[in-house]
């Protein structure tokens, strides 16, 4: 039977926490009566350094419930990373990872044990609509997921941080050295059996939302920056064409000057070098941009692959 463990990150979220856990405690009750899911398996909330009751709430949890566990941050480090330590600590054969304000609809986590079940490594949870979202939130989300995939980030369109894990692809991921994490940016790049499972996603079911605008906005840049250098490569591009722009105005300015003869003096020793040097420093700068890129992959350290399967020879000595 596989064990499942259930990573929840909550920040600040003790009005909702009691209600997270008695409905995560019928699940796991029905998946066990199932068949699905070993008695061993867990719900590990992470506290991410909340400043209100939230991990005193957890360690009572924890002893109404027997399958509670509970793990504090030091510090508030983020929902990224709260969500990372919680993956790297928790046990379990297979990891599903869900928000605590239960905006992801629970029914999934079956389908995602049955994909599991099926040979999947990573099931993605993927929204069916973003109906529940406010006009601004969903034009801006949908958007971004756009312009990811435009500027080459491999992303799930409207997969957010629901899904279920295979061990071996946590422990794929658990050689991503990155300081900078964007959980689904990586996700992608280990590989395996993937598949993908649809829910209607609903309002919080407490509190307020834990990500005001300011950390949306740096969750988002951090999916740029961490995964593209598209745009060092966009000032390159950039040199380029006001380079060439400026061969015409070098054009010009001599047509102006020696034909048409209306220059100013002093005019085209002014125009000239401007244009020019724009051009040129742009390119330079692109250039720079280039190799910063490559270090700056290079410093990350990711690990360039993972062995998903191997077949043994019977008997490799015979041949020789
Ligand atoms: N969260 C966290 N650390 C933070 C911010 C949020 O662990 O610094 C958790 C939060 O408790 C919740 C999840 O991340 O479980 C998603 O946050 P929220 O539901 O507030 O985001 P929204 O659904 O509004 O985008
Ligand atoms: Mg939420």
Sequence with gaps: MHTLGIVVPC????????????RLSLLLEDMQNKGKIG?????????????????QIICGLSETYPFVRGMKLSRNQGHQSALLAGLMHARGDCLISIDADLQDDLAAIESMLDAYAAGADIVYGV?????????????TAEWYYRILAAMGVEVVFNHADYRLMSRRSVDALREFGEVNLFLRGIIPKLGFNTATVYYDRSERIAGESKYPLRKMLALALQ???????FPLRVITFLGFLI??????VVGWVLWVRFVAGEAVPGWSSIVLPMSLLGGIQLLSLGV??????????????RPRYFIQEVV???NPESEE
């Design 127 to 139: 929204r069916k609509s973003r109906k529940s979202d406010a006009f601004f939130k969903r034009w």
């Design 288 to 301: 720079i941009g280039e190799y910063l890129g490559k270090i700056y992959m290079e410093t990350k350290q």
């Design 223 to 229: 999916g740029v920056t961490s995964f593209s250098v």
């Design 312 to 314: 043994a020879r019977d």
């Design 39 to 55: 008695a061993d398996s867990r719900v590990y909330f992470v506290d991410d350094g909340s400043s209100d009751a939230t991990w």
């Design 11 to 22: 920040y600040n979220e003790e009005a909702a926490l009691p209600e997270t856990a008695r």
């Design 243 to 248: 380079s060439a722009i400026s061969l015409l």
